[in-house]
């Protein structure tokens, strides 16, 4: 008989990325995404969609370099956060508790098997719109903004890696994480793998650092509410003065219409529309695409372009603080 699930993490929180140009890419997040800032702290500003239900989804803080400080999920209830905690002490991943942030409380610090720092929260602070800030409908967090792409919520990061298929199992041991999709190269390396805790098809994915360096970036992804916001995106991108990497266009991985650019820091950010396709089977079976399959390019046939398998930050040459 299979063990029953672990069920104990409810999604992705938060995220946060450094930048070297911080103001730079503050302006680029607040008037070109459309993000708001929910409050600010030594060097970090923190920042929200218009539609994220706790206080902040995005940590940018100043720093040397470029790449991830660190992701975090949040519990299911204050048991579940302890039951991980008991799970992760002594497995030689864990670093210990933190007293929390701005938005949330305690936290229990990890790493995974590459080196990304990671961490677990329970309480949170659910966003209080000021007046100016409070929507027409009740069951929406905030006002629409108006402002720039409009980007609704956090929908999830891409992490390098040089082993994934040892983070996938750290991920599927330790938290219980579920593989949704997965990409196998012809000589059984695992390229990439989409994980998620909830119904959504993934909340992150980790795929492979072609250089073999641990610990390294690969982009954080907002969500739009239609194809057509993402196009209107890469109009509002190009009058910024935004490089534009790669799309729009549509993934053949778990099929996310998306649109790739580079914040002024460095750092690879999506606008995706991935909120169609649900993972509602308790007994889904992991989709698993071939070299031969990936090779084709995107799914209605543009190649993936080069950068996005040799672009990660930190930049090699660099390392962050």
């Known amino acids: 008989m299979q063990d029953e699930p672990i069920m104990d993490v409810a999604h992705l929180g938060h995220v946060e990325i450094f930048s070297p140009v911080p103001d730079k890419s503050l302006s680029f997040f607040v008037d070109v995404l459309g993000m708001t800032v929910s409050g ?96 027409a409908l009740k069951n929406q967090a905030q006002r629409f903004p108006a402002r720039g792409v409009n980007v609704r919520r956090l929908d999830h990061f891409n992490g390098l890696a040089a082993d994934v298929s040892a983070n996938r199992r750290f991920f599927e041991q330790y938290l219980g994480a579920r593989l949704t999709e997965q990409i196998v190269l012809d000589d059984g390396t695992e390229a990439g793998m989409w994980l998620t805790f909830t119904n959504k098809s993934y909340d992150f994915a980790y795929t492979r650092d072609h250089t073999g360096t641990k610990g390294r970036f690969h982009h954080v992804t907002f969500a739009l509410d239609s194809r057509e916001e993402i196009l209107r995106a890469a109009d509002i991108f190009l009058e910024n003065g935004i490089y534009i990497e790669t799309g729009p266009h549509k993934h053949a991985v778990q099929q996310t219409f998306f649109l790739y650019v580079y914040e002024p820091g460095g750092n690879r950010v999506e606008v995706a529309n991935a909120g169609a396709r649900l993972v509602l089977a308790p007994d889904w079976k992991p989709i698993v695409w071939t070299e031969t399959e990936r090779k084709k390019g995107q799914a209605w046939g543009l190649k993936t372009i080069e950068s996005f398998h040799t672009h990660g930050t930190p930049p090699l040459e660099v390392k962050h603080s």
């Open 40 to 135: 600010s702290k030594g060097d970090s500003v923190y920042l929200r969609g218009w539609d994220d239900y706790e206080r902040y989804s995005l940590k940018l803080t100043g720093s040397k370099t470029s790449g991830l400080g660190h992701a975090a999920f949040r519990a299911r209830s204050p048991q579940a956060l302890e039951r991980r905690v008991a799970a992760l002490k002594g497995s030689g991943f864990d670093i210990g508790w933190s007293d929390g942030d701005i938005g949330h409380g305690p936290a229990f610090q990890f790493r995974d098997p590459d080196g990304h720092l990671l961490e677990l929260y329970y309480e949170t602070e659910w966003f209080k719109p000021a007046p100016e800030q409070t929507p």
